[in-house]
């Protein structure tokens, strides 16, 4: 993130990933907001469904989350910002 930010002048990355890396972002501590959007479709299985890593420590307690809007989109797609 340095890198970019001094060779390249980026400020703001968009990451959509799996549950591997969001995980590994979450755990070493790059993250300064996190924005999920919430489909009213379900594909795996419930253990799976936000991060993975086996090579990560524990993400931060949701309970740590501050919440910074909610947002309801078309299709009842749920955009929630913390």
């Known amino acids: 993130m340095h890198k970019l930010?001094?060779?390249f002048g980026v400020?703001?990355?968009?990451?959509d990933a799996g549950g591997?890396?969001?995980?590994v972002l979450l755990c070493t501590g790059p993250v300064d907001e996190l924005s999920?959007?919430?489909a009213p479709?379900?594909?795996g299985t419930a253990r799976h469904i936000l991060t993975t890593s086996s090579t990560a420590s524990q993400p931060p307690d949701p309970s740590t989350l501050t919440p910074?809007?909610?947002e309801q989109?078309?299709?009842?797609?749920?955009w929630l910002r913390y």
């Not at 400020?11 to 990451?15: K, L, S």
């Not at 989109?73 to 749920?78: S, V, W, Y």
Request: aromatic content about 0%; proline content about 0%.
């Open 36 to 38: 999920v959007v919430i």
């Open 11 to 15: 400020g703001t990355i968009r990451v």
């Open 41 to 43: 479709h379900l594909v």
């Open 73 to 78: 989109l078309r299709d009842g797609h749920i």
């Open 20 to 23: 591997t890396l969001n995980g």
């Open 68 to 70: 910074i809007s909610v």
């Open 5 to 7: 930010a001094v060779r």
